[in-house]
């Protein structure tokens, strides 16, 4: 949707797999190394034709596929494209996620940031669904034991406890009656 306003870019803070539906551009960790914050921009900016590719991921590309961060700071990835969206905390493939001190990783430059929850986790137990299930627990007092199941109450709770980010998207709306 924001790619009918203007260019998208896509990247991370941690780690990524490449999209399917956008451009990649992938340096390795060589070829970052070897050139300037302002010869890395201006190499993206000639290798991506926004009128033909309004949305692009951009990464360095690690040994076992994934993407890791740009070299470029924020500041300059910023500059580079009309919206920039940081996948800035993974879950492991699962629904949700408790956070530890370090997470999420999010830019300086943020302004605004969204957190996502799978709603397919409500109703299964938490050790099921959650990456860091034993963060997750140890929300409440006493903490919850194994086989508790998220439910919608436990779900507010820990979002209010956590409380990250500035929206919260519930993705999976599907998955639920």
Same mark, same amino acid.
């Given at each position: 949707e924001l790619s009918q306003k203007g260019s998208v870019l896509l990247t991370t803070s941690t780690h990524i797999l490449p999209f399917s539906h956008c451009e990649n551009i992938c340096f390795s960790e060589e070829?970052?190394?070897?050139?300037? %914050?302002?010869?890395?921009? *201006?190499?993206?900016? *000639?290798?991506?034709?926004? *009128?033909? %590719?309004?949305?692009?991921?951009? /990464?360095?590309?690690?040994?076992n596929g994934k993407l890791s961060p740009f070299p470029l700071p924020f500041s300059a990835i910023e500059q580079m494209a009309d919206f920039v969206l940081v996948e800035a905390d993974g879950s492991k493939h699962l629904p949700a996620k408790a956070h530890n001190e370090r997470e999420p990783q999010l830019p300086k430059e943020t302004k605004l940031s969204v957190l996502v929850f799978g709603l397919s986790a409500l109703h299964k137990p938490i050790e099921e669904v959650v990456h860091r299930a034993e963060l997750f627990r140890v929300?409440?007092?006493?903490?919850? /034991?194994? /086989?508790?199941?998220?439910?919608k109450e436990l779900l507010a709770e820990a979002l209010q406890k956590e409380n990250l980010g500035d929206l919260l998207f519930l993705n999976q709306a599907d998955c639920i009656e």
């Open positions: 070829e970052a190394l070897e050139n300037s %914050n302002t010869l890395l921009q *201006s190499k993206v900016l *000639s290798l991506w034709d926004k *009128s033909q %590719n309004p949305i692009l991921c951009l /990464g360095t590309l690690e040994k929300l409440f007092p006493p903490p919850l /034991g194994m /086989g508790v199941v998220l439910s």
